[in-house]
């Protein structure tokens, strides 16, 4: 099965695709997505919203895993900004019918990690070791996707068991 992970943002867009095989994972491709901040925020969604039709052309992911976005952020307008974005990369899904799950940040954290509350640094270290990396994922929105995609593949195993 194909995963496809996203850490969705309107100016860098984690993506993450993931492979499991036999109860194992195993790491394809990962990356970001950049907008132009100088751009209309039109133009920019229209931006994210062709690189995600091209991701899920080239990957056939069976699932998109998503980060939910927050509801407490300290700034509104960063949250509704994300929603866009969030929007626009739901609605590509939709549309090629590809099923999507969401998860929240903590959800995804505790699932790779153990811990909801763990640090960036912490994720990056695990996510090395669980995938058998060479060196940490960076930036940061890439390990968000790919720990986003981890976490679906926790969920859909545990599902299984139980």
Known sequence: MRILGIDPGLQVCGYAC???IADKERFIEAGVLRTDGEMP?????NSIAEDIKSLLEKFE???VAVEE????YT???TAIL??????VILQKCAEAGTEVKSFSATRIKKSITGNG???KEQMQRTIQRILSLNKMPEPSDVADAIAAALCCVN????AIVT
């Open 117 to 119: 509350k763990a640090s």
């Open 82 to 87: 994300m929603g866009h974005a969030r929007g």
């Open 69 to 72: 976005l927050y509801s407490h």
């Open 18 to 20: 993931l492979e499991t």
């Open 61 to 63: 992911p069976e699932i």
């Open 75 to 77: 700034h509104p307008k």
């Open 155 to 158: 969920s859909i195993n545990n």
């Open 41 to 45: 925020i039109e133009t920019r969604l």
